[in-house]
């Protein structure tokens, strides 16, 4: 079971996209997993034949344990042996018995539960929003065109096959008309809860804000984006991330986080960025930001984005977090506080950039500005730094040229 995140402990086996005696490539998905955040697909990290599934669907398993095992063709496993419940504390969810060596003895033949055939669904390639989204609806996938990466059926395919069979007119309805419906909360949104209750019960947050005027930002980056051509944008949060990354060097003080009492400083420079999802918000993070260029972090960001709506993030893609970014200016929000990403030490909101009147000289003018709200952990900072470090960040989006090179 891979660990998706710093806090994930355990994840559930959703579904099996391979069955035992299949053939399996490195880099194919093989399984489905539920984690604290989101459904991803489990990657193959080598190729070879699946020979036994040990943690099956529906079934939770802590972070590192076995949940199958690949090995070469032909290659058998020992039969796991049956462990009788211990006498005493139940056992804990997901905890799976180690193989136990084989009797000394003549080799017994192994006996191989025959492999159980996928449902057309399960052959067809979509992402795990789809499938979730389809199952809702009470769609069939396989009746669905896929328009992704070889065929495969996106969130957008769904809904617009759920748009074509919509509900009949409430005049054709019959009975009484609802007045409510209830949803449970998914397990993204209780951690989503549980952490922002956490993290506003007991860090001591305080907010700052400025103004900064991005009319050369812009400028620059409609330059960048001539140069770059039709394949490659760059977006004004990545000219707002290399800003930030910057601007962490010379305040290490924030690119840190409050972990058993001691403040903790990273060394390196790796921001979270929120990205919002139907099932909820997520974080997944751009390492070394401050030593990309304003080109690498916009592949950067575009990967994360695509493979998170997609449902491909990989574990990594959630490791190693030092300071969290978000940014609502796509929405056109002008200004609005987050809440801290805990353990750190800070999360920067970002708005809309746009045309607003200023005062230049005495006189009325409009300019493109931007508004950025820092919220900041007082036990690890105070106003003052947080203060300074915005106006660098302020300085560098001013002079975007310090960002080129």
Do not use: C
Not at 91 to 113: D, L, W, Y
């Amino acid at each position: 079971m891979p660990k998706m995140g710093d806090a994930m402990t355990e994840g559930k086996v959703l579904r099996w996209m391979k069955r035992p005696g299949d053939s399996i490539s490195k880099g194919e998905p093989i399984a489905e997993i539920e984690t604290d955040k989101v459904n991803v697909d489990l990657e193959a990290e080598d190729e070879g034949v699946l020979l036994d599934i040990v943690v099956g669907e529906g079934e939770t398993a802590a972070v590192g344990s076995t949940i199958a095992l690949i090995g070469e063709p032909g290659q058998t496993v020992e039969p796991r042996a049956t462990v009788q419940p211990a006498a005493g504390p139940e056992r804990s969810r997901g905890a799976t018995a180690e193989p136990q060596p084989a009797a000394a003895g003549p080799e017994r033949p192994r006996k191989t539960a025959p492999a159980v055939p996928m449902t057309a669904d399960e052959r067809v390639k979509a992402s795990p929003v789809a499938r979730r989204l389809a199952s809702e609806a009470g769609i069939d996938l396989s009746t669905i065109r896929g328009t992704g990466p070889d065929g495969r059926i996106t969130k957008e395919d769904v809904e617009a096959a759920a748009a074509k069979t919509a509900a009949p007119p409430a005049a054709a309805r019959t009975g009484p008309e609802r007045e409510y419906e209830e949803q449970p909360l998914t397990k993204i949104r209780q951690t989503i809860g549980k952490r922002m209750l956490e993290s506003t019960q007991q860090a001591p947050h305080f907010y700052v804000t400025v103004d900064v005027t991005m009319d050369e930002a812009m400028r620059v980056r409609q330059q960048l984006n001539a140069a770059l051509g039709d394949t490659r944008k760059l977006s004004v949060n990545d000219i707002v991330l290399r800003a930030t990354a910057v601007a962490l060097r010379t305040f290490p003080n924030l690119n840190s986080a409050l972990v058993g009492g001691q403040i903790r400083r990273y060394t390196r420079i790796n921001l979270a960025i929120a990205i919002a999802l139907p099932e909820g918000l997520i974080a997944p993070v751009i390492h070394d930001v401050d030593r990309k260029t304003l080109a690498e972090i916009g592949d950067a960001a575009k990967s994360l984005g695509e493979r998170a709506r997609s449902g491909r993030l990989r574990s990594e893609d959630y490791d190693g977090g030092t300071f969290t970014v978000s940014n609502l200016g796509m929405y056109d929000v002008d200004n609005f506080t987050a809440i801290i990403n805990p353990p750190h030490a800070a999360i920067l909101a970002v708005g809309s950039a746009q045309g607003r009147p200023v005062v230049r000289g005495g006189h009325l003018a409009v300019a493109t500005t931007m508004k950025l709200t820092m919220s900041a952990d007082h036990r690890i900072t105070d106003g003052a730094e947080v203060a300074r470090f915005l106006g660098e960040v302020k300085r560098l989006l001013e002079n975007p040229g310090l960002l080129v090179t």
